[in-house]
C-alpha cells in the first residue's frame, strides 16, 4: 500500500483497499472492512471511476449489514445499484439490489425487499445465472415469509430447491430444503415440513456443515411440536443446543433452549422447560436481544403458570409485556396480556378464602 501511494497510483490504490476490505471481512473484522471500502469509494469518486465505485460500494453494503449499521447499508446498495443502472452492468445491479432486500429486510421493509429479490432475480434469469438466481430465490422466499406471503414463499423455496438439485449444488440444497420446511410450517403442512427439515439435516450433516445442520434441527424441532411428538422434538432440540454451544454460537443458543423450553412444556416436563426459558431470557439480555427476551420471559411466564408458581408467572409476563410495549410489538403485547390475564384469573382461584 505505501508504495501505490508513493507512486501516486490512486486507481491501483483503490483496488488494494478493496481487497483489503474483502480481506478483513473474511476475517470478520468487519469496522477495518468499513473504513477500507469507504476509502475505495472515495478515491473512485474523486477519479471518477464510476465501476470502481459501485463495486467498492457493493462490498461496503456487505461489510455494514454485518455490523448491524442496515440505514447505511441500504444507502449504499442503492447507490451500487443505480451506478450499475447507469453503467449498464447487469450482474453488479443483481448483486446490489439482492444486498439491498437483504438489508431492507433488517429493517422489516418486506414489501421493499421483495421487489428488491424479485428485480435481482429476473436479472438472473436474463444473465442465464442459475447460481446467483437460486441464491435470490432463497432470499426472496425468506422476505416473503417475513410478510406472511407463504404460500409464494413455497413456490420460491421449490423453484430454488429445483436449480440447486440440477446444478448438484448439496450445500444450497439443504438451505432451500430447511427454509421450504419453514414455509410448510406455516400452513400446516407439518408432515412435510419434517421431511424437508430432516432431509436438510441429513445434508449438513454429510457436509460437516454444523451450522445448518443446526439450524435445520430446530426447524425439525417445532414441525415436531406441531404434531405433539413431543418427546422426538427434546431430542431434536438437544442435538441443536449441543451444536450452538461447540460453535459458541449465543445468539442461536438462545432460540435453542427457547424452544427446548416449549418442547419440555409439551412433554409436561415443566420444571425443566421452567430452567431453559430462563436460561435462553439469561442469554438474550446478555446479547441485548430484546424481542428474544420478551419471547423467552413470556414462554417462563406460562411455564411457571403450569405448576402454580402465579406470582413470579405474573413478574416475568409483566417484564415481557414492558419490552413488547417498548419494541412497538402490538401482537406479542396482546398475546402477553392475555397470559397474564390468565394466570391472575388462576392465582385468585388457588389464594386461599
Known sequence: MTAIRELGDRRGEALVLNNLGIAL?????????????QDAAAICQELGDRHGEDVALINLGL?????RRFEEAITACQDAAAICQELGDRHGEGQALNNLGLALREVRRFEEAITAHQDAAAICQELGDRHG???????????LQEARKFE?????????LAICRELGDRHREGMALNNLGLALRQVRR?????????????????????????????????????????????????????????????????????????????????????????????????LGNRYGEGQALNNLGIALQEVERFDEAITVLQNAITIFNQLEDAHAVSVASNFLERTRRLGDEDAPS
Open 190 to 286: 407439518f408432515e412435510e415440513a419434517i421431511t424437508a427439515c430432516q432431509d436438510a439435516a441429513a445434508i449438513c450433516q454429510e457436509l460437516g456443515d454444523r451450522h445448518g445442520e443446526g439450524m435445520a434441527l430446530n426447524n425439525l424441532g417445532l414441525a415436531l411440536q406441531e404434531v405433539e411428538r413431543f418427546d422426538e422434538a427434546i431430542t431434536v432440540h438437544q442435538q441443536d443446543l449441543a451444536i450452538c454451544q461447540e460453535l459458541d454460537d449465543w445468539h442461536r443458543e438462545a432460540w435453542a433452549l427457547n424452544n427446548l423450553g416449549l418442547a419440555l412444556q409439551g412433554a409436561q416436563r415443566f420444571e425443566e422447560a421452567i430452567t431453559a426459558h430462563q436460561d435462553a431470557a439469561a442469554i438474550c439480555r446478555e
Open 63 to 67: 461489510a455494514l449489514r454485518e455490523v
Open 133 to 143: 438466481e437460486a441464491l435470490v430465490l432463497n432470499n426472496l422466499g425468506i422476505a
Open 25 to 37: 471481512q473474511q476475517a470478520r473484522r468487519f469496522e477495518e472492512a468499513i473504513i477500507a471500502h
Open 152 to 160: 409464494e414463499a413455497i413456490t420460491v423455496h421449490q423453484q430454488d
